[in-house]
């Protein structure tokens, strides 16, 4: 048996293996075991998580799966005494001994009820740093993989544009260009730049594939209607650059429809771009449920067999949670034996699958170190980067001098508001075990002795008490605070008025952001924009801390309030990075991964929208209040000596740019550099970002900031669909938002096409 030979090669070993698999055992590997629905003791705490003294249905097992084995085991999360239990069945059982690959959720930490909470994908767009991101990534990595699973379902690369789907949070926001940074950035700190045999990687898995965040009225699973240039232009490359250049073998693909054409059995999205064109090594996985969409959903069948044979004849090689075991393995077999699927195509999907498990060590080492997640789980350095990325995140978008908090000079402030005293950490997190202090706690840890600190509420995000909620069969529970939360805005007005500062936290909770909760009205949900009205008549300063998932429509509060500050979802630490940006312990830096609408009316508003149509509409302005890149900061940088240097290569430039920070404060700026092409074949925007760089610069202190642009930073997909750079001329700007931009240069494309 050449296939349990370690010195061979994986695609030896799976050549090997699969000679001698039945069908039966082949399609296996496509099936995917929830564990928690065969455990004894599910946990109470988690719906996708097992107690670890639990044991499970062994009998059902055998039932349903016999000496077949199984391609891989999710919602299972628990510690990994556990996942070797069901490890050691289906290698002891199973005819062949094929381990299973164990998968799990870990959009900013890994699911479940162990780990650490890191800041939402949002806040790493946020940050505008790739290079944080990736460490956060290495640490969620090393934590899954201790806990006994080797897979995770993540990145989510949809573009954020469309500011009323819900699952905005997950994303790095609306720009291709950062995007796809941020999505390398994840995966190759996930799988340790290839080397996924290593006991702190884990195969990384992006998803939606591929056009997921403009569903029509931000409705989660909407079609997309898009045409194939913005597809091939904003959207693809995003996964592109996610597979080719950070070498992520697997993706999810989403559940719509792009121009009616379903992601989850095309030909062209899954077989002709992923796996042809991208070079896809591993599997593409279908999201719970899409296989049945097929028929349920877009109609294009009538029976659950054929929108089977659909999805895998096309490109689909593992279901999601979808369909009963027995009856998706039975009907798999059936449409080979019937000549529906060719059997090729079952060696193709399961060829995938095992040389992704040799390359794991999964038949060398299938079960875990039962303890040493106890060293890893939480460990400091993990929680001393899950601060700092809340610190990075934080996006100052109005400030009239109010910020930074002078603590000798107050000597009370007024905590208010439905998150000041429950702290937000977003959807798709684990469920923490220990606690997550607040801001009004933070606050009064740092300041109680000098200052008077008092909290009050005022009102809830949303009514009622806090409930589960299951969304295409997932369970997301998590949002603290809301079943006791009582209307009490008269209350929180009194207290505010006997206070120097008010500082008022809100936003979002898991009922207005997150999978599954769509919201087409993008102001403050329930009495909260009440209220900052309410305590903005007091007349004494005003600072509003948002922590949310979305824009929001702050059309009224950026006229009352003194300064707004967004956090977004800054997991575990997240009151503790707002706290320090607060007082000016922290100076902000954050930017706006995505654009705030002047109005919930007028939207999309994304900053690479063509230009053609009227600058403005009866109500006023059309573009973004706060644009994409925006962001301020407590001490002023100025730009100049841009210089633009013609490199070898036809389309290769060196740019480079000083930035002086001419304030009394140490600070980051994130410098941008965007592109436009001034003369086009085709409607092009007019301003692309290209190229982006954090930098720390002291008081008095001048950095040089260099770029590389490229082939891929003026290219463009022409009238005949193909990608060309055309001559001409384009305008290199520079600055500190899509909407300042501080130097200018061009340079010409002088050769011939």
Same mark, same amino acid.
């Given at each position: 048996?050449?296939?349990?030979?370690?010195?061979?090669?994986?695609?030896?070993?799976?050549?090997?293996?699969?000679?001698?698999?039945?069908?039966?055992?082949?399609?296996?590997?496509?099936?995917?075991?929830?564990?928690?629905?065969?455990?004894?003791?599910?946990?109470?705490?988690?719906?996708?998580?097992?107690?670890?003294?639990?044991?499970?249905?062994?009998?059902?097992?055998?039932?349903?799966?016999?000496?077949?084995?199984?391609?891989?085991?999710?919602?299972?999360?628990?510690?990994?005494?556990?996942?070797?239990?069901?490890?050691?069945?289906?290698?002891?059982?199973?005819?062949?001994?094929?381990?299973?690959?164990?998968?799990?959720?870990?959009?900013?930490?890994?699911?479940?009820?162990?780990?650490?909470?890191?800041?939402?994908?949002?806040?790493?767009?946020?940050?505008?740093?790739p290079e944080l991101t990736r460490e956060i990534a290495k640490a969620v990595?090393?934590?899954?993989?201790?806990?006994?699973?080797?897979?995770?379902?993540?990145?989510?690369?949809?573009?954020?544009?469309?500011?009323?789907?819900?699952?905005?949070?997950?994303?790095?926001?609306?720009?291709?260009?950062?995007?796809?940074?941020?999505?390398?950035?994840?995966?190759?700190?996930?799988?340790?730049?290839?080397?996924?045999?290593?006991?702190?990687?884990?195969?990384?898995?992006?998803?939606?594939?591929?056009?997921?965040?403009?569903?029509?009225?931000?409705?989660?699973?909407?079609?997309?209607?898009?045409?194939?240039?913005?597809?091939?232009?904003?959207?693809?490359?995003?996964?592109?650059?996610?597979?080719?250049?950070?070498?992520?073998?697997?993706?999810?693909?989403?559940?719509?429809?792009?121009?009616?054409?379903?992601?989850?059995?095309?030909?062209?999205?899954?077989?002709?771009?992923?796996?042809?064109?991208?070079?896809?090594?591993?599997?593409?996985?279908?999201?719970?449920?899409?296989?049945?969409?097929?028929?349920?959903?877009?109609?294009?069948?009538?029976?659950?067999?054929?929108?089977?044979?659909?999805?895998?004849?096309?490109?689909?090689?593992?279901?999601?949670?979808?369909?009963?075991?027995?009856?998706?393995?039975?009907?798999?077999?059936?449409?080979?034996?019937?000549?529906?699927?060719?059997?090729?195509?079952?060696?193709?999907?399961?060829?995938?699958?095992?040389?992704?498990?040799?390359?794991?060590?999964?038949?060398?080492?299938?079960?875990?170190?039962?303890?040493?997640?106890?060293?890893?789980?939480?460990?400091?350095?993990?929680?001393?980067?899950?601060?700092?990325?809340?610190?990075?995140?934080?996006?100052?978008?109005?400030?009239?001098?109010?910020?930074?908090?002078?603590?000798?000079?107050?000597?009370?402030?007024?905590?208010?508001?439905?998150?000041?005293?429950?702290?937000?950490?977003?959807?798709?997190?684990?469920?923490?075990?220990?606690?997550?202090?607040?801001?009004?706690?933070?606050?009064?840890?740092?300041?109680?002795?000098?200052?008077?600190?008092?909290?009050?509420?005022?009102?809830?995000?949303?009514?009622?008490?806090?409930?589960?909620?299951?969304?295409?069969?997932?369970?997301?529970?998590?949002?603290?605070?809301?079943?006791?939360?009582?209307?009490?805005?008269?209350?929180?007005?009194?207290?505010?008025?006997?206070?120097?500062?008010?500082?008022?936290?809100?936003?979002?909770?898991?009922?207005?952001?997150?999978?599954?909760?769509?919201?087409?009205?993008?102001?403050?949900?329930?009495?909260?924009?009440?209220?900052?009205?309410?305590?903005?008549?007091?007349?004494?300063?005003?600072?509003?801390?948002?922590?949310?998932?979305?824009?929001?429509?702050?059309?009224?509060?950026?006229?009352?309030?003194?300064?707004?500050?967004?956090?977004?979802?800054?997991?575990?630490?997240?009151?503790?990075?707002?706290?320090?940006?607060?007082?000016?312990?922290?100076?902000?830096?954050?930017?706006?991964p995505v654009s705030f609408p002047r109005s919930t009316g007028r939207i999309?508003?994304?900053?690479?929208?063509?230009?053609?149509?009227?600058?403005?509409?009866?109500?006023?302005?059309?573009?973004?209040?706060?644009?994409?890149? &925006?962001? +301020?900061? $407590?001490? /002023? *940088?100025?730009?100049? %000596? @841009? =210089?633009?240097?013609?490199?070898?290569?036809?389309?290769?430039?060196?740019?480079?740019?000083?930035?002086?920070?001419?304030?009394?404060?140490?600070?980051?700026?994130?410098?941008?550099?965007?592109?436009?092409?001034?003369?086009?074949?085709?409607?092009?925007?007019?301003?692309?970002?290209?190229?982006?760089?954090?930098?720390?610069?002291?008081?008095?202190?001048?950095?040089?900031?260099? &770029?590389? +642009?490229? $082939?891929? /930073? *003026?290219?463009?997909? %022409? @009238? =005949?669909?193909?990608?060309?750079?055309?001559?001409?001329?384009?305008?290199?700007?520079?600055?500190?938002?899509?909407?300042?931009?501080?130097?200018?240069?061009?340079?010409?494309?002088?050769?011939?096409?």
């Amino acid at each position: 048996m050449s296939y349990k030979n370690p010195n061979l090669a994986p695609q030896e070993r799976a050549e090997d293996l699969l000679s001698q698999m039945t069908l039966e055992e082949k399609v296996a590997q496509m099936d995917m075991v929830a564990g928690v629905k065969f455990a004894s003791k599910p946990d109470p705490r988690q719906h996708c998580s097992v107690e670890p003294d639990s044991d499970y249905d062994w009998d059902a097992l055998q039932r349903l799966f016999g000496d077949r084995g199984v391609g891989y085991v999710h919602d299972n999360y628990s510690v990994p005494s556990l996942a070797n239990k069901v490890q050691r069945y289906f290698i002891e059982n199973s005819r062949l001994g094929i381990p299973c690959i164990f998968t799990g959720e870990a959009l900013h930490g890994i699911s479940g009820t162990r780990g650490t909470i890191f800041p939402c994908p949002i806040n790493m767009g946020a940050s505008f740093n790739p290079e944080l991101t990736r460490e956060i990534a290495k640490a969620v990595a090393a934590e899954t993989r201790s806990l006994g699973m080797q897979e995770v379902l993540c990145p989510n690369l949809d573009l954020a544009r469309e500011p009323r789907w819900g699952r905005l949070e997950e994303t790095f926001g609306e720009d291709t260009y950062l995007s796809s940074r941020m999505g390398v950035a994840v995966v190759t700190g996930h799988q340790r730049d290839g080397d996924i045999g290593r006991n702190d990687a884990v195969v990384s898995e992006p998803k939606h594939y591929c056009v997921h965040g403009i569903a029509e009225l931000g409705a989660n699973s909407a079609p997309a209607r898009v045409g194939r240039r913005e597809v091939e232009t904003s959207h693809l490359p995003v996964f592109e650059a996610a597979v080719k250049e950070g070498g992520a073998y697997n993706l999810m693909c989403s559940y719509n429809s792009i121009d009616s054409e379903v992601v989850s059995c095309s030909k062209l999205y899954l077989n002709d771009i992923a796996k042809e064109r991208m070079g896809l090594r591993g599997v593409i996985r279908a999201d719970w449920g899409a296989i049945g969409r097929i028929k349920s959903a877009h109609h294009l069948t009538q029976s659950d067999k054929e929108a089977i044979r659909l999805a895998i004849v096309n490109g689909l090689d593992v279901k999601g949670l979808d369909y009963p075991y027995d009856y998706f393995e039975k009907t798999v077999a059936e449409l080979v034996r019937e000549g529906g699927i060719k059997p090729e195509r079952i060696d193709d999907i399961v060829r995938r699958i095992l040389i992704i498990k040799f390359k794991l060590g999964l038949f060398e080492n299938p079960y875990t170190d039962p303890s040493r997640y106890e060293s890893v789980i939480r460990c400091s350095e993990h929680r001393e980067l899950a601060l700092t990325a809340a610190k990075q995140s934080i996006t100052l978008i109005k400030n009239d001098g109010t910020l930074p908090l002078r603590a000798d000079s107050i000597k009370s402030i007024a905590v208010i508001g439905p998150s000041s005293n429950a702290q937000k950490i977003g959807g798709y997190s684990s469920v923490p075990q220990f606690h997550i202090p607040s801001v009004y706690e933070i606050l009064k840890e740092r300041l109680g002795k000098d200052v008077t600190i008092r909290q009050c509420d005022g009102c809830a995000i949303t009514d009622g008490p806090k409930q589960e909620r299951i969304v295409d069969g997932q369970p997301h529970l998590y949002s603290e605070g809301e079943d006791e939360i009582i209307d009490s805005v008269e209350e929180a007005v009194s207290i505010a008025a006997e206070c120097d500062t008010i500082i008022f936290v809100g936003g979002d909770n898991t009922i207005t952001s997150g999978e599954g909760r769509d919201k087409t009205t993008l102001t403050l949900n329930g009495r909260q924009g009440e209220l900052i009205e309410k305590l903005s008549q007091l007349g004494k300063p005003l600072v509003l801390v948002l922590e949310n998932g979305k824009p929001v429509d702050l059309s009224a509060e950026n006229k009352i309030c003194n300064a707004i500050m967004v956090a977004w979802f800054g997991g575990e630490s997240g009151a503790v990075a707002i706290v320090d940006a607060l007082l000016g312990d922290y100076n902000p830096a954050g930017r706006l991964p995505v654009s705030f609408p002047r109005s919930t009316g007028r939207i999309p508003c994304y900053y690479t929208m063509l230009p053609g149509g009227a600058e403005s509409v009866l109500e006023g302005e059309k573009n973004a209040l706060f644009p994409f890149g &925006f962001g +301020l900061s $407590y001490t /002023s *940088f100025e730009y100049g %000596n @841009l =210089n633009i240097t013609k490199e070898s290569g036809d389309y290769d430039y060196i740019v480079t740019v000083d930035v002086t920070n001419t304030g009394q404060r140490d600070g980051d700026e994130v410098v941008q550099l965007y592109v436009n092409d001034v003369e086009s074949s085709v409607v092009t925007p007019p301003l692309e970002l290209k190229g982006f760089k954090r930098v720390s610069i002291a008081a008095g202190e001048t950095r040089t900031v260099k &770029f590389s +642009l490229g $082939y891929d /930073s *003026f290219k463009l997909m %022409n @009238l =005949n669909y193909q990608w060309t750079v055309e001559p001409g001329e384009f305008r290199i700007m520079i600055g500190s938002s899509s909407r300042n931009i501080q130097c200018e240069g061009t340079l010409a494309m002088a050769f011939s096409i």
